[in-house]
């Protein structure tokens, strides 16, 4: 951070880069000039770099083969080829798809734009904690459903979905399963070898990676076209030159996450929604199936006004996702959930990290409590 | 030595250049001296590529073989 007295609470946005992970990288941009596709020497060099991180992310993901892990610009890029390149290509097949309500705009857009191609989706709601409703989704398939997607942790409220259950039900229905894994990776367990997912989306620096960085996990044998066009890299599925840094600095961030990086964050998150719901504030989501970093809280006030306010003291959090946070919409996550009018209105994100302080934690509270009751921090 | 039994295997059929020649050299890198790797590649591009890269990182070629199916069995020292 520039200002190191800023507490920087928005994690779920963007984080700060793993040391390790800059180390990666710079060794790449100093030392190495090839491209990955070249066949001389320099470009064989590059080629094995990005093969390298490719084999670390698809090893911690328990992916059967590296193969199976395409490199894209990030989250967004992965949701929208993963649904356009799948319906496109077996067009033949069917005409419809099921996405949760509460997807990242990445997938409810592409479902649009599929919906202009002549396909029909159906959305699934969720329950008041944000777990999709798997009777209401169980009910949605029928003939002709390609592809059901539903993230598998909410971006807004952290609410985690059990992937083992919606992946069979697509599967028993004859569907392919795809999960917006962005926010849970690194943070969830996630082995591909052993659940029903057919598709998994990522991104690097939601875990302490560098930006315009992803990945599409693509289960073996599972057919999908291109949206653009170009050249042979990733197999054909994503043109582009390989942006070898990024990968570099993906795999070594999500090597760098341990186990107690995530029970300290739980730790902390827990202590925040205890004194929260001490001081009365509403917290928003399932509480057992949660993010190990995320707390979203409702007070009776702006939630916006808040976020200005406590930005000013240096202290950043966010109101829904970064995506929509400068539209002045209400958030669909937390509408979808049922909440009323004042609790969407009222509503802010902490998203913490593995470096997040308890004493970061205390200056947050103490600023929002004075915001709740003065209108000031 | 070319009738040794490899130690590793690597089909790399339908892998692009140079991400083939650049996984069997990552390979080799973990095999300890005298294994031989043997590897699959398809013909054109890669039979005029693939056996180039390796011996620029200097790992000995020891048979280079078309097989009935038209592509490529290369076995190399590690």
């Given at each position: 951070m520039s200002n190191p007295a800023s507490i920087y609470l928005d994690n779920a946005s963007t984080t700060a880069l793993e040391p390790k992970a800059l180390s990666a990288m710079e060794s790449q941009w100093r030392e190495k000039v090839g491209n990955a596709s070249s066949i001389h020497a320099a470009g064989v060099g590059a080629a094995m770099e990005l093969e390298k991180a490719r084999a670390a992310i698809a090893g911690k993901i328990g992916a059967a083969s590296a193969d199976e892990l395409l490199f894209t610009a990030g989250g967004s890029e992965s949701n929208s080829l993963a649904l356009l390149g799948y319906c496109r290509a077996h067009r033949g097949r069917g005409n419809h798809l099921i996405v949760s309500a509460v997807e990242h705009p990445s997938v409810l857009e592409t479902a649009?734009?599929?919906?202009?191609?002549?396909?029909?989706?159906?959305?699934?709601?969720?329950?008041?904690?944000?777990?999709?409703?798997?009777?209401?989704?169980?009910?949605?398939?029928?003939?002709?459903?390609?592809?059901?997607?539903?993230?598998?942790?909410?971006?807004?409220?952290?609410?985690?979905?059990?992937?083992?259950?919606?992946?069979?039900?697509?599967?028993?229905?004859?569907?392919?399963?795809?999960t917006d894994a962005v926010q849970s990776?690194?943070?969830?367990?996630?082995?591909?070898?052993?659940?029903?997912?057919?598709?998994?989306?990522?991104?690097?620096?939601?875990?302490?990676?560098?930006?315009?960085?992803?990945?599409?996990?693509?289960?073996?044998?599972?057919?999908?076209?291109?949206?653009?066009?170009?050249?042979?890299?990733?197999?054909?599925?994503?043109?582009?030159?390989?942006?070898?840094?990024?990968?570099?600095?993906?795999?070594?961030?999500?090597?760098?996450?341990?186990?107690?990086?995530?029970?300290?964050?739980?730790?902390?998150?827990?202590?925040?929604?205890?004194?929260?719901?001490?001081?009365?504030?509403?917290?928003?989501?399932?509480?057992?199936?949660?993010?190990?970093?995320?707390?979203?809280?409702?007070?009776?006030?702006?939630?916006?006004?808040?976020?200005?306010?406590?930005?000013?003291?240096?202290?950043?959090?966010?109101?829904?996702?970064?995506?929509?946070?400068?539209?002045?919409?209400?958030?669909?996550?937390?509408?979808?959930?049922?909440?009323?009018?004042?609790?969407?209105?009222?509503?802010?994100?902490?998203?913490?990290?593995?470096?997040?302080?308890?004493?970061?934690?205390?200056?947050?509270?103490?600023?929002?409590?004075?915001?709740?009751?003065?209108?000031?921090? | 030595m070319t009738e040794q039994t490899p130690d590793e295997i690597m089909d790399l059929r339908g892998v692009p250049c140079p991400v083939n020649a650049a996984r069997a050299i990552m390979q080799l890198a973990l095999m300890s001296e005298g294994e031989v790797l043997e590897i699959l590649i398809d013909d054109g591009e890669p039979i005029e590529n693939v056996p180039a890269s390796v011996e620029s990182a200097n790992y000995q070629i020891l048979l280079q073989e078309q097989q009935s199916g038209g592509y490529w069995l290369l076995r190399i020292a590690a």
């Open positions: 649009k734009q599929l919906g202009r191609e002549g396909f029909e989706f159906s959305v699934c709601g969720v329950d008041s904690l944000g777990r999709v409703n798997e009777r209401e989704f169980s009910s949605l398939f029928r003939k002709g459903t390609l592809l059901a997607s539903v993230m598998h942790a909410n971006n807004e409220v952290g609410t985690v979905n059990d992937l083992k259950e919606l992946g069979s039900i697509t599967h028993e229905h004859g569907a392919v399963f795809h990776l690194g943070k969830e367990a996630l082995n591909m070898s052993e659940l029903p997912v057919d598709f998994a989306s990522f991104s690097a620096h939601k875990l302490h990676g560098p930006r315009g960085i992803g990945a599409l996990y693509i289960r073996a044998g599972t057919v999908i076209e291109p949206v653009t066009y170009g050249g042979g890299h990733e197999r054909g599925l994503r043109p582009g030159t390989s942006n070898v840094e990024g990968a570099a600095g993906f795999a070594s961030a999500l090597g760098a996450i341990s186990e107690s990086d995530l029970a300290r964050m739980r730790e902390l998150r827990d202590g925040l929604i205890r004194r929260l719901k001490a001081e009365g504030f509403r917290v928003n989501g399932c509480i057992e199936r949660r993010l190990c970093n995320n707390v979203n809280l409702s007070f009776q006030g702006n939630g916006k006004k808040a976020l200005f306010a406590l930005s000013k003291r240096g202290i950043f959090v966010s109101t829904g996702s970064a995506c929509q946070s400068n539209k002045n919409t209400p958030s669909h996550v937390l509408v979808a959930m049922g909440l009323g009018a004042q609790e969407v209105h009222g509503s802010l994100r902490v998203s913490l990290s593995k470096w997040t302080k308890a004493s970061e934690l205390d200056v947050f509270l103490e600023a929002l409590l004075h915001f709740a009751r003065d209108g000031q921090t | -």
